[in-house]
């Protein structure tokens, strides 16, 4: 699960936040009074959410979105007026904050980032020119030297790079080094 900084410009405010959410069992990594503090953080963390004022005493809270890493949303808390100036598709809630609110919206952020994260890591990763020229070269001379069909010379890459724990690419190179005369 993600990480959650507290960010504001008060740490009297800040502290009374990561309570609220403590009490829900949701334990904030960080209590932050500058968005550089912020940035240093997050860089050390893989993912999570950042809660925030408007502004800290460094940054508008717009900017530090545009600065926050990929894994990390901003949940920005702000008065009624303040909604006009928090960027678009960012997370926003109102003051005076409801507990119950605070940590819903904790929860579901935190739950759509887990969500993202393994979506992302589900996918596919794209081969590059070369490396599908390796797995070629590699199941041409394996279907010319031992008569396999292509499928059954992909098969048989396939299962010897997961059975050496390495990608396709680097075991055809692999098998193309070890059988090529030389």
Known sequence: MGSIIVAMPKIDDAKKISAILQRRGLESSAICTTAASVLSKVHSLDSGIVICGRSLPDMYCNKLAEYLPEY???????????????????????????????????????????????????????????????????????????????????????????????NMAETAQMIWLLNCDG
């Open 72 to 166: 990390f949303e901003l949940l920005i808390l702000t008065s009624f007026e303040g909604l006009n100036h928090c960027p678009q598709g960012v997370m926003t809630l109102t003051m005076p904050l409801k507990s119950m609110d605070l940590i819903h919206t904790v929860e579901m952020m935190l739950y759509q980032l887990d969500r993202k994260i393994k979506k992302q890591k589900s996918k596919r990763k794209k081969r590059s020119a070369e490396e599908q020229k390796e797995i070629d070269r590699a199941k041409k001379m394996l279907m010319e030297r031992n008569n396999m069909t292509e499928q059954e010379a992909f098969r048989y890459i396939q299962k010897c790079s997961m059975d050496s724990g390495t």
